[in-house]
């Protein structure tokens, strides 16, 4: 099933991607001085979520640009996040030029991070979209267990809110009605992501490839 998109994406490399990267940007138009120059808005807002346990380690996580592109610099960088964030009230945090938005749930640790640009608002609608989101697949169990017995459904959950850095969506029944949509068009017959066992989802996902 092709997802819809909601508008054209622009190439990661231009406008103010490209500034953030350290590029040059598009020149100013005639009669507009240089320095008052608002930076082009970008779609790619989202630059990493994850999720972490009462210990700091990983769960799920999933990483939109190429800031950490090791496994090892992605882990050292949720570790840093998780002193940073684990033992504070706050639900924003401002770490190596990046915005963090967390929330913590029983044992678990929930984050989405950006640009230092990008707008808190945003970010935090991503993360209450998740939450809520997974709070309806685990049944109102958003803790370490029941998120390990359902790791398909949770990652369904996140594709269907953040895709390549691209806010596709931030409303949790919105999410939960496409992502019951996918699995009851591929003849799931459960009402709830929750029971979907990883070899059917396997299947789901073969069905998908375009040689299939």
């Given amino acids: ?24 940007a598009p020149p100013a138009r005639a009669g507009e001085p240089a320095g008052l ?8 807002t ?32 949720e570790k840093n996040v998780f002193n940073k964030t684990s033992r504070t009230d706050s639900e924003i945090a401002f770490l190596g030029g990046m915005t963090i938005v967390y929330k913590s749930s029983i044992d678990l640790f929930l984050y989405v991070v950006g640009s230092s640009s990008e707008n808190e608002l945003m970010l935090m609608s991503v993360l209450t979209c998740l939450f809520e989101s997974l709070n309806h697949v685990l049944r109102k ?17 996140l594709d269907e809110i953040v895709d390549g850095g691209v806010i ?13 949509f996918r ?30």
Avoid: C
């Fill in 46 to 77: 989202i630059k990493a979520v994850f999720i972490l346990d009462n210990d700091g380690h990983r769960l799920l996580a999933k990483y939109y640009d190429d800031t950490f592109p090791s496994m090892k610099e992605q882990m050292a960088f």
């Fill in 141 to 157: 169990n958003v803790e370490k267990r029941w998120l390990l017995e359902n790791m398909d459904g949770a990652f369904l959950v």
């Fill in 1 to 24: 099933m092709q997802r819809p998109e909601a508008w054209p994406r622009p190439h990661p490399g231009e406008g103010a991607a490209a500034a953030r990267a350290g590029g040059p």
């Fill in 37 to 44: 120059r608002l930076q082009e808005p970008s779609l790619y």
């Fill in 168 to 180: 596709l969506e931030s409303d949790p029944q919105q999410v939960i009605q496409k992502v019951n």
């Fill in 183 to 212: 699995a009851d068009d591929s003849g799931l017959t459960e009402h709830s992501v929750a029971q979907v066992s990883l070899p059917r989802l396997t299947l789901l996902l073969w069905s998908f490839l375009p040689w299939h």
